[in-house]
């Protein structure tokens, strides 16, 4: 595959690690950071060389580029994008990699189609610190599998997702509510843990109980016994919180575990499964219906 020229606007964790997998594999990249603006912009400029990209003005860098990569913290991502209409041209592809809600991406792409050029939606799945350039990302947008194909064929790990823009961003923020969830999770079991003077006995028996059995496994029986024991999971959370607030301990996701409990027990359960179902996914149904029906 030939050379490609790609800017990449923003040059923190992100737009460092995919520089270096990207000029790596042979791409010609320019980079932007507003800490270029700077007096003491030295330190930014040798970053940028490390990682083989050139630094020059935000006007330079989309004006050079065949793929721009907008990789800023989120709350700018608007921002730039709108910086960047006046500087973009038909032929050029945008592709936002920020962690930004569908809406916020889909107010992207209608911004940028004053400029003429192509937008692609991405949507990081996994921390960059710890899995790097082979970190997966999905594509969207009508050009978004011509980019994934080039992006990956010069070292990422890009997927093409949908032709509609804001579904890969949907993906990647309600896989959160489980990524996130489990980390918080997690703290607050150790934490409690930690006070009652028991935290590695406990982190032992969960890690020898998820080891030893698939996650789909284990997910999917939590799931489908949901359907049974809902109410007698209720009354063991109420339990667990007051446990929590005796050594001390705000049970912070612990109470909102309790209150999902509760709200199942208006969900017309035991009428609709008067054993375990066969499924997680009937479940799953079941409820969404009942919630739509309680809106």
Same mark, same amino acid.
């Given at each position: 595959?030939?050379?490609?020229?790609?800017?990449?606007?923003? /040059?923190?964790?992100?737009?460092?690690?995919?520089?270096?997998?990207?000029?790596?594999?042979?791409?010609?990249?320019?980079?932007?950071?507003?800490?270029?603006?700077?007096?003491?912009?030295?330190?930014?400029?040798?970053?940028? =060389?490390?990682?083989?990209?050139?630094?020059?003005? +935000?006007?330079?860098?989309?004006?050079? *580029?065949?793929?721009?990569?907008?990789?800023?913290?989120?709350?700018?991502?608007?921002?730039?994008?709108?910086?960047?209409?006046?500087?973009?041209?038909? *032929?050029? /592809?945008?592709?936002?990699? %920020?962690?930004?809600?569908?809406?916020?991406?889909?107010?992207?792409?209608?911004?940028?189609?004053?400029?003429?050029?192509?937008?692609?939606?991405?949507?990081?799945?996994?921390?960059?610190? =710890?899995?790097?350039?082979?970190?997966?990302?999905?594509?969207?947008?009508?050009? *978004?599998?011509?980019?994934?194909?080039?992006?990956?064929?010069?070292?990422? %790990?890009?997927? !093409?997702?949908?032709?509609?823009?804001?579904?890969?961003?949907?993906?990647?923020?309600?896989?959160?509510?489980?990524?996130?969830?489990?980390?918080?999770?997690?703290?607050?079991?150790?934490?409690?843990?930690?006070? =009652?003077?028991?935290?590695?006995? +406990?982190?032992?028996?969960?890690?020898? /109980?998820?080891?030893?059995?698939?996650?789909?496994?284990?997910?999917? %029986?939590?799931?489908? &016994?949901?359907?049974?024991? !809902?109410?007698?999971?209720?009354?063991?959370?109420?339990?667990?919180?007051?446990?929590?607030?005796?050594?001390?301990?705000?049970?912070?996701?612990?109470?909102?575990? &309790?209150?999902?409990?509760?709200?199942?027990?208006?969900?017309?359960?035991?009428?609709?499964?008067?054993?375990?179902?066969?499924?997680?996914?009937?479940?799953?149904?079941?409820?969404?219906?009942? +919630?739509?029906? *309680?809106?």
């Amino acid at each position: 595959m030939g050379s490609i020229r790609i800017s990449v606007i923003g /040059f923190g964790e992100v737009g460092t690690c995919f520089s270096k997998a990207l000029s790596s594999k042979g791409a010609e990249l320019r980079a932007y950071d507003r800490l270029l603006e700077r007096d003491d912009s030295e330190k930014i400029r040798s970053r940028m =060389a490390d990682a083989g990209a050139q630094s020059g003005s +935000l006007e330079e860098v989309v004006q050079a *580029g065949e793929i721009v990569l907008s990789t800023v913290t989120t709350q700018y991502a608007v921002a730039v994008a709108e910086a960047c209409v006046p500087l973009l041209r038909p *032929g050029q /592809f945008f592709v936002d990699l %920020n962690s930004t809600s569908p809406a916020v991406k889909v107010r992207i792409g209608e911004l940028l189609s004053a400029s003429g050029c192509d937008f692609v939606e991405g949507a990081i799945l996994g921390a960059i610190g =710890a899995t790097g350039a082979g970190t997966r990302i999905l594509a969207g947008g009508e050009k *978004g599998a011509q980019v994934a194909e080039r992006l990956t064929g010069h070292g990422l %790990n890009v997927s !093409y997702y949908s032709p509609e823009i804001g579904k890969a961003s949907m993906f990647k923020m309600l896989r959160g509510i489980l990524t996130k969830g489990l980390e918080t999770l997690l703290l607050e079991f150790l934490i409690a843990g930690k006070r =009652a003077g028991i935290e590695r006995d +406990l982190w032992d028996e969960i890690t020898d /109980f998820m080891e030893k059995r698939s996650f789909a496994a284990i997910g999917g %029986n939590w799931m489908q &016994t949901h359907a049974v024991a !809902y109410e007698r999971r209720y009354h063991e959370m109420v339990q667990v919180a007051e446990t929590m607030r005796e050594i001390g301990i705000e049970p912070i996701m612990t109470d909102a575990t &309790t209150a999902f409990f509760k709200r199942s027990m208006a969900l017309d359960f035991d009428s609709t499964f008067p054993e375990k179902p066969r499924s997680f996914e009937a479940v799953v149904e079941h409820m969404e219906e009942q +919630l739509r029906k *309680g809106q």
